[in-house]
């Protein structure tokens, strides 16, 4: 089993920043895809970013594109989420999710593909 627990949101004004973090604990697999959805009242969860743990080339929504770097620190088990430039658009709640994968080719921001996730952290972003 992975735990995982987020934090680092809040309130923000449009053109702001946070960042978010995400702490895992637990786990057998050796790699892991880890990710980061959101969701926003009333729409459908989303995938804004994935990063394998062995390294690689991360994936990113075209909503976030230039404006979200996701980056790990694999000594803490820390998951990043580095938000610039945030639009009201990006208000949402976030969630980190995690699935074991020994292949970086196949990590997608697929959300029925994560077996485990945090409980979610909240960003508003105010106009």
């Known amino acids: 089993q992975v735990q995982l627990v987020e934090s680092g949101g809040g309130s923000v004004q449009a053109g702001g920043s946070l960042r978010l973090s995400c702490v895992a604990s637990?786990?057998?697999?050796?790699?892991?895809?880890m990710a980061w959805f959101r969701q926003a009242p009333g729409k459908e969860r989303e995938g804004v970013a994935v990063?394998?743990?062995?390294?690689?080339?991360?994936y990113y929504a075209d909503s976030v594109k230039g404006r979200f770097t996701i980056s790990q620190d694999n000594a803490s088990k820390t998951l990043y989420l580095h938000m610039n430039s945030l639009k009201p658009e990006d208000t949402a709640i976030y969630y980190c999710?995690?699935?074991?994968?020994?292949?970086?080719?196949?990590?997608?921001?697929?959300?029925?593909?994560?077996?485990?996730w945090g409980q979610g952290t909240q960003v508003t972003v105010s106009s």
């Open positions: 990063i394998h743990t062995g390294g690689g080339s991360a």
């Open positions: 999710a995690a699935r074991g994968a020994w292949d970086a080719r196949t990590c997608r921001a697929v959300q029925i593909e994560f077996g485990y």
């Open positions: 637990g786990g057998t697999y050796a790699y892991y895809c």
